[in-house]
């Protein structure tokens, strides 16, 4: 067994031995290592030896004993010893709570007592995750018993401040915490995130981007303690906890409606997620997700589908075009040998208006409009929206892309919210945020952490905000937003089927996204591969709605 040290190296008070000593040494660990015992020891050494063979002999064992004890073997350190049974129940339990990555013992010079036992002086080095290194010194009896060497077990032999009946273990040391708007601690899993249980790090969420400020950067999140075995009670503290200042991170999250959106995707079995956002100021009321672990309400990217037709509106509209223009909805629409249809392939009658392909989302009349846009109509459009910037939210976010047309196929695709658009729950809740408003309020999650909030590089002409705004209401009162009808606070709304992948048909993911004309919130539900906006995530927005009456 190769050793890091041997029980001959200078003793800790300036002992030192002969050259002659240190060549019994490498004999000693020789034999060791090649299986034989001490008497084989004893005739290899011959003549040369200068110290006392029982002191050589009790060294043996306590090597044993002690290199089982660093590879983590209880059983096998506690055959060296006098009562195994003991010894192995004591340095288990001791490994298991620590649960060292790296340890490593050092004895020094044995001494021989009148009474025939050997005591040894040797130091134990811990490398333990989440706490900082922690070493100790103690001390151990080699006795003979019936012909044999073995290590006196005792308790305060692993470690000299514990008693009968104790162990060691890690305490944790306090983490300040994710608080809500309130003050209150934060209980929304994918945004708070999760600690490492054996580092005591944050690794997901907030947890893990406020690591420093929550831990107060100490070195290690754990203490090393004594308990009481039986209560698991704590004796007394070992190493020293941190002093560092830890300060709790506050966040925007209104708790009434964290609480709304995580009751409303109760049930809920596709992944889903809900954002809310108080318009007047950016701030992120909510942002449920369904699974937690991913925060796809902040950061997920998704073709937008319909609900991207709030800008290709407003890009429409900033032409000249009106709500009451007549606005033809046929069942196909024809770009360069590419069809494309409506949801169930359904006709709006002749005679309807633009509020009308708006309202019931027709896919052809946007689709038959994108010649009336630039290459780049609705990248500037997406502008004022905040879309494609970078925003400094305190928090990992995904901020959307609408890229420049690369042809009359993906222009028409696009106005529909489709080939390469792409957004987040968070993104359609503050582009619903936008049209309430009237103008682009940067999402913000963690305001003392903000720096400098993005800001539209364009605005919106009021005369489109309020024609967006009647279209929007519109899809509730007559539209594919009819689920949220009856709900009180007059919203306003828009819903989306995005179609992704490359199955047949196409899968998609429903959308609706809104705000609500009497009281400053707007919001966005994604239902993923979940089907119809109107029909799957329409309801959904409505048990959310109605959760906050």
Known sequence: MARRHDYYSPAPHGKRRSTGSRVLVALLVLAVVSGVGYWGYTSLAGDEGEDDPEVTAAAAQLEKFIGAWETGDAKAAASFTDTPSNAESLITSVTKNLEPSKTEITPGDGEKKASGEVQFPFNVAM???????????????????????????NTPMIHPKMAAGQTLALQSQ????????NGDELRAASVVGAVDPKTGKGISGLEARYDKQLSGGAGGAKSVVVVDRNSGQVVKGLTKKSGAKREPVRTTIDPKIQEAAA???????????????DPSTGNILAAANKPGGQNRALSG????GSTFKVVTAAAL??????PDDLAECPKFAYVDGQRFENQDQFVLPGGSTFRDSFAHSCNTFFVNSAGKLSESALNETSRAFGIGGSWDVGVTTYDGSVPVANGVNDKAA???GQARVLASPLVMASLAATVKEGEFKQPVLVPDAVK??????DKLDPGVTSALREMMRATVTRGAGKSLQGITGEPH?????????DDTPLRTHAWMIGYQGEGNIAWSVLLEDGGSGGSDAGPIAAKFLGNLV
């Open 127 to 153: 490398k333990i995750p989440g706490a900082a290194d922690y070493t100790w010194d103690s001390r151990a009896k080699v006795l003979k018993k019936d012909g044999a060497w073995l290590v006196e077990f």
């Open 174 to 181: 306090e983490r300040a915490s994710v608080l809500d708007a």
């Open 263 to 277: 009751d409303a995707l109760e049930g809920v079995s596709k992944n889903a997620a809900i954002v809310a956002i």
């Open 301 to 304: 990217q998704y073709p937008p």
């Open 317 to 322: 509209l900033k032409q000249g075009m009106r």
């Open 414 to 416: 696009s106005t529909i």
């Open 452 to 457: 400098k909030k993005y800001e539209a590089t």
């Open 493 to 501: 709304a828009k819903t989306g089927t995005a179609e992704f992948g």
